[in-house]
């Protein structure tokens, strides 16, 4: 169980990013009160984490209604994921998170964006939905079950603590160590989608 934990964090913190998430929050708030970002972050992180439940329980049968076989959901979310890593590495993603900020930044009263841009499809996006999905897949019982929903609450508390020191942590660390993070967790992730590539091909081919 220990394993399935560790991979399911590992697997899901690369993916919703709680680093390159904050300096984007950080920007997002900019003329919010301090009480006004947290209660925003306590909301994106909330309905981030129904929206990735829901699909970690009942995925597997929308795509049983729609006569997807779960391989091949297997070799498309890799695939999906190893794109993210891509855009992680040569820091595309973060270019278009940053451009997704100034358009919203540029109103000039504070909006809540717990539900947009943050929770989807900042935190919530189609590569944390595919990584819930094939996660609780490989997942046996529901002990296992709970043991990757255990390590989604982590990275979504992790998530949370992220987004309220996200001034603080910027001014910390600034732009450099955030683009260093970013491009080693690319890198991670790439390898770890191109794991569920192979395990679909291996399954479909029983190879």
Same mark, same amino acid.
């Given at each position: #169980? ?8 590992? &697997?899901? =913190? ?7 998430? +904050? ?53 498309? @979310?890799?695939? #999906? ?25 540029? &109103? ?7 539900? =947009?841009?943050?929770? #989807?499809?900042?935190? +919530? ?7 819930? #999905? !094939?996660? &609780? ?7 296992? &079950? ?6 989604? @609450? ?8 992220? %987004?309220? +020191?996200?001034?603080? !942590?910027?001014?910390? =660390? ?13 890198? %991670? ?16 081919? @029983?190879?």
């Amino acid at each position: #169980m220990i394993e399935l934990f560790l991979s399911a964090f590992i &697997t899901l =913190f690369v993916v919703i990013d709680p680093p390159g998430c +904050a300096p984007i929050y950080a920007g997002l708030t900019k003329g919010a009160t301090a009480a006004q970002s947290r209660a925003m972050a306590v909301r994106a992180c909330l309905i981030a984490g129904i929206i990735l439940v829901i699909f970690a329980l009942f995925g597997e049968n929308l795509l049983g209604a729609l006569h997807i076989e779960l391989d091949s959901f297997r070799i498309a @979310g890799g695939l #999906m994921l190893f794109l993210i890593a891509l855009d992680m590495v040569f820091e595309k993603r973060t270019e278009r998170r940053e451009q997704r900020a100034e358009k919203i930044a540029a &109103t000039p009263e504070v909006e809540d964006v717990s539900v =947009f841009p943050m929770a #989807m499809p900042m935190l +919530a996006g189609p590569g944390a939905i595919a990584s819930m #999905m !094939l996660l &609780t897949a490989r997942a046996d019982g529901w002990e296992n &079950t709970l043991v990757v929903l255990a390590a989604l @609450g982590a990275v979504l508390l992790l998530t949370l603590l992220a %987004l309220i +020191a996200a001034s603080p !942590l910027m001014k910390l =660390f600034g732009a450099r160590v955030e683009a260093v993070i970013t491009r080693l967790l690319g890198v %991670l992730l790439a390898a770890l989608a191109a794991q569920y590539v192979i395990d679909g091909l291996r399954e479909s081919f @029983g190879l």
